[in-house]
């Protein structure tokens, strides 16, 4: 079993940073990819941010140049630096990792249970 805790969430207000953290614990044999989603109120969860193992990164156009995705492989973490945040950042921000668990053969995401961000103007 695998969990996923997230970290750093809070208010914030705009032109300000914050730095959310999320770890992966359990039997965990290796990790491909994680990665960040975003859920805004009323709206579809959206990706933000990815990093695979080997450090290859992908951001979704709104937050380039302002986001940073980094990891941590000896710590199962994972970590974004946001800055320059704007109102339309406010989200319930989700950690996800696709990963490979001890005794199993196929590689299956995990879902953290989300961080709150709030950018007030």
């Known amino acids: 079993q695998v969990q996923l805790v997230e970290s750093g969430g809070g208010l914030v207000q705009a032109g300000g940073s914050l730095r959310l953290s999320c770890a992966a614990s359990?039997?965990?044999?290796?990790?491909?990819?994680m990665g960040w989603h975003r859920q805004a109120p009323g709206q579809q969860r959206e990706p933000v941010a990815v990093?695979?193992?080997?450090?290859?990164?992908n951001y979704a156009d709104s937050v380039k140049g302002r986001f940073t995705i980094s990891r941590d492989n000896a710590k199962n973490t994972v970590y974004l630096q946001m800055n320059s945040l704007k109102p339309e950042d406010t989200a319930v921000y989700y950690c996800?990792?696709?990963?490979?668990?001890?005794?199993?053969?196929?590689?299956?995401?995990?879902w953290g249970q989300g961080t709150q961000v709030i950018v007030s103007s």
């Open positions: 990093i695979t193992s080997g450090g290859s990164t």
């Open positions: 996800n990792a696709d990963l490979l668990i001890h005794g199993s053969n196929r590689y299956h995401d995990y």
């Open positions: 359990g039997s965990i044999f290796s990790i491909n990819a």
